[in-house]
């Protein structure tokens, strides 16, 4: 089995939205797995084996503790089941959706600096509060309906 966790997750600062979820994401993150690394900095140098700056900044990427790149919403999945949104990290495998975000993230990522920072709190506070009320509702192996 390969080890997934730790992983350095490549993310851009200068992206408000970015670099909120970011933050809220690391708040999330009890058992330290998850390091930031802000690829957006004058001083970043893509590590070896790295895709390079340019491409980088472009979209999410996230390096898994055996040296795996994972690039996109597949990098999103790792990072959402990491702190507890599992629920979401299932979400996004089932078949309808990856194609959707498929094609739909890239263009998000594109047009990020449009999104405000409020919204990557509202977003990590609203998953917050459905793994919580999930959680409640599965105690002891036993889900209530």
């Not at 670099?19 to 690394?37: F, P, S, Y």
């Amino acid at each position: 089995m390969n080890a997934i966790y730790p992983i350095s997750i490549y993310y851009d600062s200068s992206c408000p939205l970015c670099n909120q979820e970011m933050i809220r994401l690391k708040i999330l993150d009890q058992g330290n797995n998850l390091t930031l690394i802000d690829c957006s900095k004058e001083s970043f140098i893509a590590p070896e084996g790295a895709p390079g700056k340019d491409k980088m900044i472009q979209l999410m990427h996230a390096q898994t503790a055996d040296g795996l790149w994972v690039i996109g919403v597949p990098a999103f999945r790792l990072i959402y089941a990491r702190v507890g949104f599992k629920f979401v990290a299932d979400w996004l495998d089932r078949p309808y959706v990856k194609r959707i975000m498929q094609h739909a993230y890239p263009l998000i990522a594109k047009n990020r600096y449009c999104i405000p920072g409020w919204f990557a709190e509202v977003w990590v506070n609203w998953l917050a509060r459905q793994a919580q009320r999930r959680s409640q509702s599965c105690a002891n192996g036993q889900c209530k309906v």
